[in-house]
């Protein structure tokens, strides 16, 4: 009868634990990080009045006869399920969402506490505490490598207050672009300004010398573009006619074909001259005069005739001013026509019998019955060709095409001494257009006035397209030295243009920083120069910076010349230089090293050349001026990043996270705190997001994960268990009054 009195006292004593267990939970349904427990309970060591017996022959066998003593609280588990997240406006509030806990230390690092509260703030030292004092430990920015290592140990967080940032110059400049490969860009630049003497000439009007850097290369005509951005893509063998005085040659005197001046022709006469195209067909124009036409009738009929076919020949007729010869003359300006006057035959035939034979006139020309002042001007993607007067010439770059139009336009000695005395003179514009001018010459060695000088002369320009039957014409790159086409008379302030040419270009600029975090502005200009339809494409690059830093040793100092080189894929193949020395001459550190890092070589992670537009998709450099620090901010690593009043930005510090094998193993040590105990095991440490360990939240707090539905339902539970075991108590008492009540 005794043991149903304890049974009943384990129980309530059991259930009154329980109570214990879940009126704290209750009371900690706002403290924030809380985890909730649950008391286990279990049965106590049964009484056995008869052990169980196997079966024996035809009796069965029976079971134990056990009675048991009570109920014990066994265990007290803490149940660490995730609370919720609830947002804060306290920017130093973290919370952690999935497993893992802050960690702490009262004692510098001594020893640890863990805890899932990150309710934190700093304190008037900077140390970055809870609301026990406890410092939250982590990893601490190296002040040498700019970083803030997870694989040190970990310490005390700790930023002073006013926390100021030194200066940092510029190490590194990173650079990501694209370079338009296309045939049609949007930003380009003229060809470089040339005089007559072959020289560059810079913005300032400045002679560049062929010893100063950097300076500017002969841009390939084959990559330039027109005004209006559309590539030439001028292919070898493409080119242009191109002339500077019509073409005009003279026949014998033909009067010898009449009795006399102004009679009539004795005999019917075939009149006849062949012309020889640039391809090399022949035209010939015929006139058949009948006996009795007048030498005026015999010419008209013969100049109608080659008059007739000008637009083939390019070539027109007239009689001379003495009525005794005709003159032949091509203007070089129609690019469906010839050009020159190659005469290929030429015969005047009596048709009458017992009559002296026909005479054959002579034309008159610089060769043997061809007049040439047209040439040539194709490219070569390889390299020039001859380049001087009196020949077809090859060339390939601008000032190759400069140096040949000049040449040429200065060929002519009209007075026979030797010297070209004529002034003569073609250039590049600072706005990429080709000049031509014709002053006055010197005084020629005869002491005639310096604008009379006998090899002056007028200049009819004619510039007309290219083409064979195997080489097209290149209609942007003609259409572009048509506009040269003019009559410049000699001695005269005239001026003829051709169309602008142009370099696809594209620029970006930074500031970078000395040490003593001053700004310098880095400007890269990149100039398109080269097409190889093998390898790929290659652009000029040139750095500077303002005066009075210098990045080079060889004038001017404060600019660099480079290149960059792309594949025939667009991705980046090599570029150089790789790093610049910089010193700002302001009292910073001299020979500042920066390295520039436009991606990786094959791949497409930096600069690129599609055909797109040249654009910049991002551009930075590491350096920075010094600044104050001016808030904290939280990310889900853990990192407090400081935000300084220089704009700039990086991580201070890191909080450290736990990680245990049990964490129901912790011991609770109030304040939200726990401790490692045996069953736990040893925390494991590092960052958070990692390893299994959840990532945090700023300005957000972990809610107690005590759950009130359940919790006031477990009251009710609890207190119907206290009730019944009160209950057996008095009904044991009620039974053993019944048994005193024997004896009596």
């Not at 009948?290 to 013969?302: I, P, R, W």
């Not at 035959?345 to 019998?353: L, M, P, R």
């Not at 009819?460 to 290149?474: D, H, L, P, Q």
């Not at 620090?629 to 889900?636: E, L, M, N, S, T």
Request: no cysteine; net charge negative; glycine share 10%.
């Amino acid at each position: 009868m005794l043991k149903s009195l304890f049974s009943g006292v384990s129980g309530l004593q059991s259930h009154q634990i329980a109570m214990d267990v879940e009126s704290n939970n209750i009371a900690n349904v706002n403290t924030v990080g809380f985890k909730y427990s649950r008391a286990n309970f279990s049965d106590l060591l049964a009484q056995t009045n008869q052990i169980a017996t196997a079966p024996q022959g035809d009796l069965g066998g029976k079971n134990n006869v056990q009675i048991g003593l009570g109920a014990t609280v066994a265990s007290v588990t803490r149940i660490h399920s995730q609370g919720s997240i609830q947002n804060t406006d306290k920017n130093t509030d973290v919370a952690i969402q999935g497993d893992g806990f802050f960690i702490l230390s009262s004692d510098n690092g001594n020893t640890y506490k863990y805890s899932r509260s990150g309710d934190f703030k700093f304190d008037a030292n900077g140390n970055f505490v809870d609301n026990n004092g406890f410092i939250v430990q982590g990893w601490l920015r190296d002040e040498i490598t700019g970083t803030v290592d997870s694989t040190a140990p970990i310490a005390s967080i700790n930023i002073p207050p006013g926390l100021t940032t030194p200066a940092q110059a510029s190490r590194e400049v990173t650079l990501k672009a694209n370079l338009n490969s296309g045939s049609q860009v949007e930003n380009f630049s003229p060809t470089w300004q040339i005089n007559s003497l072959g020289d560059f000439i810079d913005e300032n009007g400045n002679t560049i010398l062929a010893t100063d850097s950097p300076r500017p290369v002969p841009e390939d005509v084959g990559v330039m573009f027109n005004e209006e951005g559309e590539a030439l893509n001028l292919q070898t063998g493409q080119g242009i006619w191109a002339s500077f005085k019509a073409a005009q040659t003279t026949s014998a005197d033909l009067s010898t074909q009449f009795s006399g001046v102004g009679t009539t022709l004795p005999q019917d006469t075939t009149f006849s001259l062949g012309l020889t195209l640039d391809d090399g067909t022949i035209v010939t124009a015929t006139y058949n005069a009948l006996a009795g036409e007048t030498q005026a009738q015999a010419f008209g009929g013969y100049i109608g005739a080659i008059n007739a076919l000008s637009a083939q020949t390019g070539v027109t007729a007239r009689v001379s001013s003495t009525g005794n010869e005709i003159q032949l003359e091509n203007l070089n300006n129609n690019d469906s026509a010839s050009h020159n006057i190659n005469v290929t035959t030429q015969s005047i035939i009596d048709t009458g019998t017992g009559l002296p034979v026909g005479v054959q006139p002579t034309f008159l020309g610089p060769v043997a019955g061809v007049t040439t002042t047209a040439y040539t001007y194709t490219y070569n993607s390889n390299a020039a060709g001859n380049l001087g007067g009196g020949a077809d010439k090859v060339f390939k770059t601008i000032n190759d095409l400069r140096e040949a139009l000049q040449n040429e336009a200065r060929s002519y000695d009209l007075d026979g001494d030797g010297a070209l005395e004529n002034a003569i003179t073609v250039e590049v514009t600072p706005e990429g257009r080709f000049v031509i001018k014709n002053p006055a010459g010197v005084a020629d060695p005869a002491g005639l006035p310096a604008n009379a000088t006998t090899d002056d002369y007028n200049m009819f320009i004619a510039v007309t397209g290219y083409r064979t039957a195997a080489i097209s014409e290149n209609v942007r790159f003609s259409t572009t030295m048509q506009s040269l086409n003019a009559s410049l008379p000699a001695g005269t302030a005239g001026i003829t243009l051709s169309q602008s040419l142009n370099a696809a270009t594209h620029s970006s600029s930074i500031d970078i920083y000395d040490s003593l975090g001053s700004k310098h502005t880095l400007r890269m200009e990149f100039r398109k120069v080269d097409v190889d339809l093998t390898t790929g494409s290659r652009w000029d690059m040139i750095l500077s910076v303002p005066e009075p830093a210098v990045i080079d040793t060889v004038a001017p100092l404060n600019e660099l010349a480079g290149q960059v080189r792309f594949n025939n894929d667009g991705s980046l193949a090599t570029y150089s230089p790789i790093n610049f020395s910089f010193t700002g001459n302001n009292g910073s550190a001299p020979d500042q090293q920066v390295r520039l890092d436009f991606g990786t070589a094959n791949a497409f992670d930096g600069m690129t050349s599609f055909d797109a537009r040249s654009a910049t998709s991002g551009i930075s450099q590491d350096g920075f001026t010094g600044g104050d620090i001016v808030g904290i901010r939280i990310d889900q690593s853990g990192t407090l990043i400081g935000s300084f009043s220089n704009g700039r930005a990086f991580g201070l510090a890191q909080i450290g996270m736990a990680k245990f094998a049990n964490n129901e193993g912790l011991s609770a040590d109030g304040g939200n705190i726990y401790l490692q105990s045996a069953n736990s095991g040893d925390p494991i440490i590092g960052e958070a997001a990692t390893a299994g360990r959840g990532f945090i939240q700023s300005a957000a707090l972990e809610a107690s994960n005590v759950d009130l539905s359940r919790s006031l339902t477990q009251l009710i539970i609890i207190q119907r268990g206290y009730q019944a075991n009160g209950k057996t108590i008095t009904t044991s008492d009620q039974l053993l009054n019944t048994l005193i009540g024997l004896k009596q």
